[in-house]
T-cell receptor, first 114, second 115 residues
Framework: AQTVTQSQPEMSVQEAETVTLSCTYD???????LFWYKQPPSRQMILVIR??????QNATENRFSVNFQKAAKSFSLKISDSQLGDAAMYFC???????????FGKGTRLSVIA | EPEVTQTPSHQVTQMGQEVILRCVPI?????FYWYRQILGQKVEFLVS????????KSEIFDDQFSVERPDGSNFTLKIRSTKLEDSAMYFC?????????????FGPGTRLLVL
């Protein structure tokens, strides 16, 4: 079974600085998808970024980028120019090929310090 | 921008009562999911639904749970006889159908409290 591990229960970053959240996963599949979801205090799940395993290029969405290391099964999220609104719980998630369910990590709580 | 909606946003019920959580997926999506998040824990998959039938379910999704798509827009999760441990945030998600799969978009969740 696939597993997703987020080894940092909590992280903090100064406003305008850069922070990297770690995620590793375990799978025997070659075709899969990886996601980062943000969960603010409202508890809604908001998609931040996604990466297809067959793509070598790291995904980027504005201030958010990933470092996808397929051989190492690592998928970290970098947030640049951190803003107060970035404070939230961040979940890394894995999905195999097809419309299969998401497997989530335990999350990293990010605090942004003004 | 299209979004998944869920009602109610909050539900308080007595143990043993039946609850129905409702979701309206994004209109052109064909795959539907329910996930659960107990407070302070990670999000867990419950069930997926495609072509009017369950395509996959987890061990959490026992006989107390059922899902239905009663019409062309709604997707419901029913818990027949709620237990204290059913207290959680319940998320509905939907995705489109492509050959390579598609991103799952989540609704805002229903916070269920069983007393």
């Amino acid at each position: 079974a696939q597993t997703v591990t987020q080894s940092q229960p909590e992280m903090s970053v100064q406003e305008a600085e850069t922070v990297t959240l770690s995620c590793t996963y375990d799978t025997s599949e070659s075709d899969y998808y990886l996601f980062w979801y943000k969960q603010p205090p409202s508890r809604q799940m908001i998609l931040v970024i996604r990466q297809e395993a067959y793509k070598q290029q790291n995904a980027t969405e504005n201030r958010f980028s990933v470092n996808f290391q397929k051989a190492a099964k690592s998928f970290s999220l970098k947030i640049s120019d951190s803003q107060l609104g970035d404070a939230a719980m961040y979940f890394c998630a894995y999905r195999g090929s097809g419309n299969t369910p998401l497997v989530f990590g335990k999350g990293t709580r990010l605090s942004v310090i003004a | 921008e299209p979004e998944v909606t869920q009602t109610p946003s909050h539900q308080v019920t007595q143990m043993g009562q039946e609850v129905i959580l409702r979701c309206v997926p994004i209109s052109n999506h064909l795959y539907f999911y329910w996930y659960r998040q107990i407070l302070g824990q990670k999000v867990e998959f419950l069930v997926s639904f495609y072509n009017n039938e369950i395509s996959e379910k987890s061990e959490i999704f026992d006989d107390q749970f059922s899902v239905e798509r009663p019409d062309g827009s709604n997707f419901t999760l029913k818990i027949r006889s709620t237990k204290l441990e059913d207290s959680a945030m319940y998320f509905c998600a939907s995705s489109a159908r492509t050959q390579r799969g598609e991103t799952q978009y989540f609704g805002p969740g229903t916070r269920l409290l069983v007393l």
